[in-house]
Structures are given as C-alpha cells and as structure tokens.
T-cell receptor, first 112, second 111 residues
Framework: DAGITQSPRYKITETGRQVTLMCHQT?????MFWYRQDLGHGLRLIYY???????DKGEVPDGYVVSRSKTENFPLTLESATRSQTSVYFC???????????FGPGTRLTVL | DQQVKQNSPSLSVQEGRISILNCDYT??????FLWYKKYPAEGPTFLIS?????DKNEDGRFTVFLNKSAKHLSLHIVPSQPGDSAVYFC??????????FGAGTILRVKS
C-alpha cells in the first residue's frame, strides 16, 4: 500500500520493557519525524531524520532511540518504558522545505 | 514556554455559519505556517498553509490569514459543515522542517 504506515496500531506493555514502534513510508521522502500526542500539549516532536543515517533530537527525546538505515523506515524504540510514555505516537514524512508533513495513523501505547 | 498557542480549547458553531480558529506564535523568525485537521483514531491531515510573504491563502471553504506584526494566524471555514467537526492544530515550521504544534482546538459543527 502506498503512503505511510505504522505498526502496531495498539500496544500494551509493562514498565521497564523495551518497545519498538515501526514506521514505513513508500514515497521515498527524505524527512521523517516522530511525534507524541498528549492532552493539552498537541503534538510534540521526539526525533527527526533528514535522510538515511542522519537523525537528530526534537523537543522530548529522553527515553527514546531512533535509527534510520533505510530511507523508507524510521523505527522508534523505548529502551525501558515508563508510565509517562503512555501516549499516542505519530510518524510523519515530508519531501523537503516548506512542504507539508504526511502523518501515519498513529500507535496508541499504554505502559502499565 | 509554548511557542504556539491555541487559546480556545473548543469551539461550537452552527452548520452554515463561519468557524474562526485562532493561533498565536512567539518567534518572529517562523516563516511557514500550517493547519492540520484530525479525526479521532486517525493521523493529522494537512489542510492549508501560508508562507510569511503572504497575508492570506484560500482553498475552497478554507482561508488562512496571517498577521505577522501581531504574530497571529487564523483559519476561517465558511460555510461550516458537520463533517468539519474535528480537532484543528496550528503548526509553525522551524529549522530542519520541524513542526511546532499548538495544543489544538476542538471544533463542533451542529446541524
């Protein structure tokens, strides 16, 4: 399917476990982003990538790790999940400057 | 400090009337502004954008106005339709194509 997909759509995990959220886009967009959405905060940027093997921190990167070995994939790993990381996570991609970002459907993560 | 503020958490409008959603930003260096719409259990979808060289941009029923001196932008929807009921996020684009979002405004269009 063309577009941007995320998996899983829903995940329940326990405190301290490692979790990886997957993001895949078929447009060959150079930029990819991870956001989390929390009530009262809108969407906040966790990490972003300008190209394969180039990543940088966003506004709320603590507790998260990313990698981007291929242009189309941008996984987000919570190395040791905490309850404060319960959120809805959105992946997005774009093809350059002053262009809109296209968002995936989101992953709802619950950390017990 | 919030760089982008949407001060109205919610707005209720009658079908056929105008909806006006507002957004304020703090950094005068921002030069590209966007509005996204989000339905429950879906990702945000791009609605309309405006560059700082313009003060208005229209796309069908949607118009975005930018007042750079006041660091304020607004989204006008006219006429409003029940299908417009959603959460609307204002966003500004910073360095590295990063978006900074406001907290969102829930729009309810009553039929």
């Amino acid at each position: 399917d063309a577009g941007i997909t995320q998996s899983p759509r829903y995940k329940i995990t326990e405190t301290g476990r490692q979790v990886t959220l997957m993001c895949h886009q078929t447009w060959s967009h150079s930029y990819m982003f991870w956001y989390r959405q929390d009530l009262g905060h809108g969407l906040r940027l966790i990490y972003y990538s300008a190209a394969a093997d180039i990543t940088d921190k966003g506004e709320v990167p603590d507790g998260y790790v990313v990698s981007r070995s291929k242009t189309e994939n941008f996984p987000l790993t919570l190395e040791s999940a905490t309850r404060s990381q319960t959120s809805v996570y959105f992946c997005a991609s774009s093809d350059g400057t002053e262009s809109e970002q296209f968002f995936g459907p989101g992953t709802r993560l619950t950390v017990l | 400090d919030q760089q982008v503020k949407q001060n109205s958490p919610s707005l209720s409008v009658q079908e056929g009337r105008i909806s006006i959603l507002n957004c304020d930003y703090t950094n005068s260096m921002f030069d590209y502004f966007l509005w996204y719409k989000k339905y429950p259990a879906e990702g945000p979808t791009f609605l309309i954008s405006i560059s700082s060289i313009k003060d208005k941009n229209e796309d069908g029923r949607f118009t975005v106005f930018l007042n750079k001196s006041a660091k304020h932008l607004s989204l006008h929807i006219v006429p409003s339709q029940p299908g417009d009921s959603a959460v609307y996020f204002c966003a500004v684009m910073g360095y590295g194509n990063k978006l900074v979002f406001g907290a969102g405004t829930i729009l309810r269009v009553k039929s």
